[in-house]
């Protein structure tokens, strides 16, 4: 039996997590947290009969406690029950699957309480990087990815010679406005950016899939997780996306992962590294997809893809305001107050305006992404 604890349970990776949980008996939950989906909770608490389940705010916690007043679970909120969870005893692998920085502190006291960690929350190594991997090679705790694309390469590189990577190879589908004009894109509504071709994921990724932001995020997130250079990180869209992702040798060979697009596989993979157990879904097939092709990304048309080398290359603090700028850009654009291109225009400012803290703390972090914030909604709000 192995114990999870699930950050983001009423999410999209977070149900899928569950999905997974339910197809293998070999897995527990022992606690969940969500933002402020009572309902959703509630029906997960029931279910799965965690010992610990929390809320973001306390008025969804009261509201919780109430509903699962017959069940024998503690109820915690904020950000003290994010981290009462992440610490707790009987947990073993803690799937981050919240979305934003809000999930650094969380993964930090998982950590030092020697928590392998599933990682589905890719901010927290775009921010805080330099904190966290040592600070899991120190612990010996795994950082095992759940992000498609970071698995296909945890997976690619399992078996092989540390030190002989020359290239990994990212791929992306390119997402719904692929070959598309600056022009093209300016008059672009919600509806649209929300239609992903391939996959199904929450709304804030599914933009950031469209802006090609999500493949900068990963960029960065995978200079982390596999311990390589960013010229080493080849982005190539790949509109089936068959291919997860891929690393080259030093020798020319190519190993990479393929399969259909379905985020369980990846998840499976995480929770029970390094077996694989049977899983149910499509398997590809060659016959009836019949080509692959391949193209080099935009990256004139989506900036975000190059902002975010940008920021990767400048370091220190720049990432978190990259991320944070984004967040804003996408909620300020799901919400119909700006533009779809002033995503990548907002972003832009944000970092050109910003002064560099070379190696940030936690604090410090957290910090930058406020000022980020705060300045956006005052430009927003002074227009």
Do not use: C
Request: no cysteine.
């Amino acid at each position: 039996m192995k114990n999870i604890a699930i950050l983001g349970s009423t999410g999209s990776i977070g149900t899928q997590t569950l999905q997974v949980v339910r197809a293998n008996p070999e897995l527990k939950v022992v606690a969940l947290a969500a933002g402020n989906s009572v309902e959703k909770m509630e029906e997960q608490i029931r279910e799965f009969r965690p010992l610990v389940a929390g809320m973001w705010s306390e008025e969804a916690a009261s509201d919780l406690k109430i509903r699962v007043k017959d069940l024998p679970v503690k109820i915690v909120s904020g950000m003290e029950g994010l981290l009462e969870i992440a610490v707790l005893q009987e947990v073993q692998v803690l799937v981050t699957a919240i979305v934003g920085m809000i999930g650094i502190r969380p993964t930090i006291a998982a950590i030092e309480a020697g928590k392998d960690i599933a990682l589905a929350n890719k901010e927290t190594l775009v921010t805080a990087g330099h904190i966290i991997m040592p600070l899991a090679k120190k612990r010996g705790v795994a950082i095992l990815p759940v992000d498609s694309e970071h698995s296909a390469i945890f997976q690619s590189l399992n078996g092989e010679p540390k030190g002989r990577v020359e290239k990994i190879l990212l791929t992306a589908s390119g997402g719904p406005f692929r070959g598309r004009s600056r022009e093209e894109l300016a008059n672009i509504q919600v509806e649209d950016a929300l239609k992903h071709p391939n996959w199904a994921m929450g709304h804030k990724i599914t933009i950031d899939s469209s802006t090609l932001v999500n493949k900068g995020l990963e960029v960065m997130e995978a200079k982390w997780l596999f311990d390589v250079e960013l010229n080493q990180i080849q982005v190539v869209v790949h509109p089936q996306s068959i291919i997860h992702s891929a690393v080259e040798y030093v020798d020319g060979a190519i190993i990479a992962q393929l399969g259909t697009p379905d985020m369980k596989l990846p998840i499976q993979y995480a929770l029970f590294y390094p077996d694989r157990k049977p899983l149910d879904g499509r398997r590809v097939d060659f016959f009836a997809l019949g080509q692959l092709t391949f193209e080099k990304p935009d990256m004139e048309t989506f900036a975000g893809l190059r902002l975010a080398y940008q920021a990767a290359t400048t370091g220190g603090s720049m990432p978190t305001v990259f991320n944070a700028a984004n967040e804003k850009a996408v909620g300020l654009f799901l919400n119909r107050k700006i533009k779809y291109l002033e995503i990548a225009e907002l972003i832009e400012e944000s970092m050109e305006r910003h002064k560099v803290i070379e190696n940030p703390s936690v604090d410090q972090i957290l910090e930058t992404e406020s000022g980020v914030y705060e300045w956006i909604l005052k430009k927003i709000s002074e227009r």
